[in-house]
């Protein structure tokens, strides 16, 4: 019954009936489901309060079908711990889909702890879509190292738009090599007391590295948010951006701190972030067009996490 | 009969006088406009009807049939069937076109959407699901905005500088799109100062530092706009 629920709230029934699309299907500490395609390894062990998966594409390997990853808690108590070493060899690529779905949270504790190595020439990319339920309930604490090799790419989303946040720790590290390129954005949408930390590294080692981070944020009522955005320029012609876009609504509270810095001077990186209220004149653009101030103000937000 | 009566409107910004005791009566059903030359104030009149934040203090009243606007907010005033067009149009981030427009119709459906864009010589296909954002230029922002009013079928529309940031082909739309709120039943305040889209209009008004100076036929206002007002250096006195 668990499993279904998962399924349901995830929205996956379609990859979870194709034969042709690999998941991996686990709740709380168990693994309960799984299709693993020609050119991918999925090694899950169960842990105490957790999984351990070692997850390896061959080389040359492209599968074309994103696979799904369901990371779920079905209970209203409990502590989740995933270790994910991924492995993608050189020339090969990937397109990942992590549900990571908690409806009955009143008491979770979900905590991810991946590193992530992306072979010469390969291309892997990783959406993280969390769902959670109204209650709050829920810390999440995803931690994640990734080391790109050269003339790789790596992009990465994660969403935390439908639920309640409750609090979430994000940090993530990335070290790009040679001509290797990487993305990762974050959209989170926080209310009531939720806390939201993020701290995000971009390492850009090698020569004509690139990378961009981007946070959209938005927190009204009584929440709050914090963004530590950093980024490193070492090697040669490596060219980064940090971009950081706060909205906040009634008592909330957001906080940007931006790190952004150059030691090679043919490296650059350009840097922007805002944080303030809805912009006025979109507001009134829209309540001229009929719609009331709080529509206006939902409509807006929605633009900026989508 | 009027749709929109202002009375001896005064309106201050930062100190400046901005409108001076100014009275105008719009008739329904026709393509109005308010001319003059730049910081005239006829940005801000547009401004004061809708009740733009920061344009709401002003004494005299704006009556909407009948109406005072007074105590309405933007949103109040636009359910009342006002609406306005900016000059330089608003970005909005990651908001597609069609749910842009499809915010000022609630319950029409996507048909609606793609016959506005339409309507101001926008492909559908192309713009839908493009953010209105920096992506598109001031120009697409400004059709799809007057797109997004076409769709609302509401009764007095303000347009300020309709042509503003408009290239010469897509001029065309513009003042198609004003024809069609026209045959639609709306009322249209053209806000320019461009004689092109003055000759858009069936009555004029002349605004020369915040006053009322000249009103009636396009041919009128245009003369004494082109002849007097563009070269005038006078500071608000008409010469006669």
Redesign the interface.
Known sequence: MSVEELIKAAGIHEAVNDKNTGRLIINRDKVVDSNVIPGLVIDAKEIKDGVDINFILKENTIIENPVHLCFGVTDKEAIQKIIMNVDIRKNSKISLIAHCVFPNAVDVKHIMDAKVKIGKGSKYSYFERHIHNEEGGIVVIPKAYIDLEENSRFKTEFELLRGRVGTINIDYEITCGKASVMEMTTRINGRGNDYINIKESGNLVGERSRGVLTS?IAVRQNAKANIFNRMIATGDYARGHVDC?EIIQDNAVAKAIPIVEVRNPKARITHEASIGSV????L??????????D?SVE??I????? | MEILEISNLSLSINGSHILNNLSVKFEKGLVHAVVGPNGAGKTTLGFAV?G??GYTEYTGDILYKGESLASM???E???KG???A?QE????????VE?FIK??I?NKGRDVVEDALEKVGMNPDEYMLR?VDKGLSGGERKKI?LA??LA?E?ELVILDEPDSGIDVASLQNIFSAIKFLKSNGSTVILITHSLEVLKRAEHAFLLCHGTIIAEGSINKISKYFGGKCIPCDHKNIPEE
């Open positions: 959209k876009k912009d006025s004149k979109q009134q653009t829209l309540m001229s067009r009929g719609l009331s101030e529509e409509l807006i929605s633009g900026l996490l989508s | 809708m733009i934040e907010n933007i949103y005033r636009a359910k006002i609406t306005l900016w149009p608003a970005r909005f981030e990651g908001l597609t749910n915010s000022s609630k953010a905005e997004s009013i609302m509401t």
